[in-house]
């Protein structure tokens, strides 16, 4: 199914099963449907429902991104300790989408990695879902996250350092 509504899954639509699905977080353009369908050219995609990314915030530079640290003018949303929060949707797709959703975010040319945050999800059985960051240099907007190493390695050991991690929506972006 494409969707949340009945309107998508009548639309003739192809089943899979996102339960044993990708899930991905995304945030900014991906949150459309008739983008993802685009981008994956296929309807074999569902979305799982509004979901909140705590410990990191968007930034908008060329495309928006996510950075650590306290929230900024643009998208101030923060939850229970003030920590930074982002508002989003929860993408299941399958190998297939996985891929051509790295391909769309330009991942093979270090524009956006693509990183695990645990999830912390009350109505799906998940660990953790990806995220796709993007280079805040590349992209030309505030923000960075800290190291010396390559972007890659600075948004990984970044989190793992972090307690960031996706849950059920917790307010709007």
């Not at 977080?25 to 799982?48: M, N, Q, S």
């Not at 949707?89 to 270090?110: M, Q």
Request: hydrophobic share 40%.
């Amino acid at each position: 199914m494409r969707g949340d509504s009945p309107t998508d899954r009548a639309a003739g639509a192809v089943e899979f099963d996102p339960a044993s699905a990708h899930l991905v977080f995304v945030y900014g353009t991906l949150t459309d449907p008739e983008r993802v369908e685009a981008v994956l050219e296929t309807d074999r995609f569902a979305f799982r429902g509004a979901v909140t990314l705590v410990g990191l915030r968007r930034v908008d530079g060329e495309y928006p991104t996510l950075v650590p640290g306290g929230p900024d003018r643009d998208h101030s949303l923060t939850v229970d300790d003030s920590r930074p929060a982002v508002n989003g949707r929860l993408l299941a797709v399958d190998d297939a989408g996985l891929e051509s959703l790295d391909a769309y975010e330009g991942v093979d040319r270090g524009l956006y990695v693509r990183v695990a945050v645990p999830a912390r999800l009350s109505a799906i059985d998940a660990e953790e879902a990806w995220c796709y960051v993007g280079d805040p240099d590349r992209l030309d907007a505030p923000g960075t996250w800290p190291g010396n190493a390559g972007f890659e390695s600075r948004v990984r050991d970044a989190l793992d350092d972090s307690e960031a991690f996706v849950t059920d929506a917790t307010g709007t972006d």
